[in-house]
C-alpha cells in the first residue's frame, strides 16, 4: 500500500470510529444500575414487565433516580417467592392484549398463581404499582390491577394506591413522582425528552389501493446528530402541539441515515380521522418540525445468532423491514419473510427493498398472501399452514419468529396457526427459548 493510500485508508478508519462514537453517545440509554446484584434486605426491587418498552424505560428511570438502593429486575427472571429478600419492591408493568400481561411476564404469572397465598408468604415486603394502560381497552391496566391485588393478597403492605397511566398521561406520572418523593424523598427523574426532527419526505406507499391509503415518511434530526437505535425500537411522536403521542415502529435502522415509518391513514367507527395519523399524514407537510423520541424496544430486537422467521401484514412490514435490513447488514442470509396484504400491485410496501434482497439471496424465501387477488381470501396464517413442515425445519434449526402488524386477526390467526403447527409442546418449547416475539398493536 502506497503512503498516500494508507493516509486515506486511516482517515477513513478515524471517520468510522468518530460517527460511530457520537452515534453512540447521543443514544443517551439510561445506565441499569442494579443488572446482575444478588437480591439484598435493605434494597429498592424495581421490578418491571413491558412489552413495548414504555414500562421498561420508566423502570430503568426509576431505578437510576434511587442509585445503588435499587435492583432493575425483569419480571421474567423473577420469582415471587423471592421478593422477600427485598425491603420494597416497585412494580412497573403494561398491560397487553385483552388485560394479559406481557409476554416477558408470563412465566412470572404462572408462578404467582402457583404460590399459596393462606401463609401470607409476602408479610413485611412494602410495595406499590405503576400500571400502564389504555381507557380505550375494556380491561384498563388489567395486568396492573391483577398484580396489585395479589400482592395484597399474599399480605405485602402497599405504600400507596396503584397509580394508574392511560397512554403515557403525563399527570398520572407526576402523581407516581410526588408518591415516591413523600415516600422515599427522592427526585425522580422521568422527564422525556423529545428532540426535533425535520420531515424530510412523505408519499403514498399503496396509491390505488383498495385499502386505507399507507405513508411512507422520512425524518432527519434537527440540531443534535444521527441517533442510534436498534431495529425494532418504536418512534414515540408527539401529535402538534398537544399532549397527544403515537407510537410508530421505525422502518429503518441509523446507517440509513433517516427515520423512515409507514403508517395507516386511520378513521373511527364514525369516519372522523384518527388524530395522531391524520396530523402525520396530512395536517403537516414535508418541512414541518416533528418532536419524536425513539424508544428502545428490548423484546423486539433482533438475533443475528439464529436464523429468523418474519411473519406480519399491513404496516407491521415496518418493524419487520427494519429487522431484516439490520441481519443483512450482519451478513445473515437465513431469513424467511411471510407477509399478507390485500393486493399485490399496489400493496407491496417497500417493494424494491424486498425484490432486491430476495434476488441477491439475503432472503432465503418470501412467502405472500394478497387477500383481494383471488375469490377465496388468503392470509398469511393459511401460507403458514401450507408451508408448515417447513417452518418445522426452520424452528428445528432454532430460527426465533418476529411477528410485526395487526393485534386483530393477524395476530390471533398466525398464533393459533404456529400452535398448530408445532404442537403444544413445540410452541411452549419456541416461547420457554425466547423464540417468538410480536410487536402487534
Ligand atoms: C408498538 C406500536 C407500533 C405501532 N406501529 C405502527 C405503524 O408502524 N404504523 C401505523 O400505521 N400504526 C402503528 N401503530 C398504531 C398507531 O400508534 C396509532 O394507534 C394509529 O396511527 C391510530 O392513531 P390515531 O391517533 O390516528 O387514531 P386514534 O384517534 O387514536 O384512534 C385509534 C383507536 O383508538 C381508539 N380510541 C381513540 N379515541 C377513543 C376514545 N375517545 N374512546 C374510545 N376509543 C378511542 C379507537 O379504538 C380507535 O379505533 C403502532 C402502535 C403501537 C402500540
Ligand atoms: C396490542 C396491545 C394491547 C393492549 N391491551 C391493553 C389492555 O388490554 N388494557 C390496557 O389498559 N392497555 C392495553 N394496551 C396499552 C398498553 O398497556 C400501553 O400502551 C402501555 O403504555 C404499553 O407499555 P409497554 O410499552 O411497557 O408495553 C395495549 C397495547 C397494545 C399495543
Not at 30 to 40: E, F, I, K, L, N
Not at 371 to 398: I, P
Amino acid at each position: 500500500m502506497t503512503p498516500r493510500l494508507l493516509a486515506a485508508a486511516l482517515i477513513i478508519l478515524a471517520w468510522a470510529i468518530m460517527t460511530l462514537w457520537i452515534t453512540r453517545r447521543a443514544y443517551k440509554q439510561p445506565v441499569h444500575p442494579s443488572d446482575g446484584r444478588a437480591p439484598d434486605a435493605s434494597a429498592i426491587a424495581v421490578i418491571y414487565a413491558s412489552q413495548t418498552g414504555t414500562a421498561h424505560d420508566l423502570a430503568q428511570r426509576t431505578a437510576s433516580s434511587f442509585g445503588d438502593q435499587a435492583r432493575l429486575v425483569p419480571a421474567s427472571t423473577l420469582d415471587p417467592s423471592n421478593l422477600v429478600q427485598y425491603r420494597t419492591a416497585l412494580f412497573i408493568v403494561s398491560t397487553y392484549g385483552e388485560g394479559d400481561a406481557p409476554d416477558m411476564a408470563q412465566t412470572f404469572l404462572e408462578k404467582m398463581a402457583a404460590l399459596p397465598l393462606e401463609s401470607r408468604p409476602l408479610q413485611g415486603l412494602e410495595t406499590a404499582v405503576l400500571g400502564l394502560g389504555d381507557r380505550s381497552y375494556d380491561n384498563y391496566c388489567g395486568f396492573g390491577r391483577h398484580v396489585e391485588q395479589w400482592l395484597h393478597a399474599a399480605g405485602a403492605r402497599s405504600l400507596f394506591p396503584m397509580v394508574e397511566v392511560d397512554r403515557g398521561d403525563a399527570q398520572a406520572l407526576e402523581i407516581w413522582r410526588n408518591r415516591l418523593d413523600e415516600v422515599f424523598d427522592i427526585k425522580l427523574n422521568i422527564d422525556m425528552d423529545y428532540p426535533s426532527w425535520r420531515l424530510a419526505h412523505r408519499e403514498v406507499s399503496n396509491p390505488g389501493s383498495l385499502g386505507r391509503p399507507c405513508h411512507e415518511l422520512h425524518l432527519t434530526p434537527l440540531d443534535q446528530p444521527m441517533p442510534f437505535w436498534s431495529a425494532g425500537d418504536i418512534a414515540e411522536v408527539c401529535i402538534g402541539d398537544t399532549d397527544l403521542r403515537r407510537d410508530y415502529s421505525v422502518a429503518s435502522i441509523p446507517q440509513e441515515g433517516v427515520v423512515r415509518l409507514l403508517i395507516r391513514e386511520h378513521y373511527l367507527p364514525d369516519g372522523e380521522p384518527g388524530r395522531g395519523s391524520q396530523w402525520l399524514t396530512q395536517t403537516i407537510q414535508p418541512g414541518s418540525v416533528v418532536k419524536l423520541r425513539l424508544r428502545s424496544n428490548p423484546s423486539f430486537h433482533v438475533d443475528c445468532e439464529r436464523p429468523a422467521v418474519f411473519i406480519g401484514n399491513g404496516t407491521g412490514i415496518a418493524g419487520l423491514r427494519a429487522l431484516l435490513k439490520q441481519r443483512i447488514e450482519a451478513g445473515r442470509r437465513d431469513n424467511w419473510l411471510l407477509y399478507g396484504e390485500r393486493q399485490r400491485h399496489c400493496d407491496l410496501h417497500f417493494a424494491d427493498d424486498l425484490l432486491n434482497w430476495k434476488k441477491d439471496d439475503w432472503l432465503a424465501r418470501i412467502d405472500l398472501a394478497f387477500s383481494r387477488d383471488q375469490a377465496t381470501k388468503r392470509y398469511v396464517h393459511h401460507l403458514m399452514r401450507e408451508n408448515a413442515q417447513e417452518m418445522r425445519n426452520w424452528v428445528a434449526k432454532g430460527a426465533v419468529i418476529y411477528v410485526c402488524g395487526s393485534r386483530t386477526g393477524m395476530a390471533a390467526d398466525t398464533d393459533l396457526a404456529l400452535l398448530e403447527i408445532l404442537g403444544t409442546m413445540g410452541y411452549a418449547d419456541l416461547s420457554a427459548r425466547n423464540g417468538l416475539k410480536r410487536d402487534v398493536y
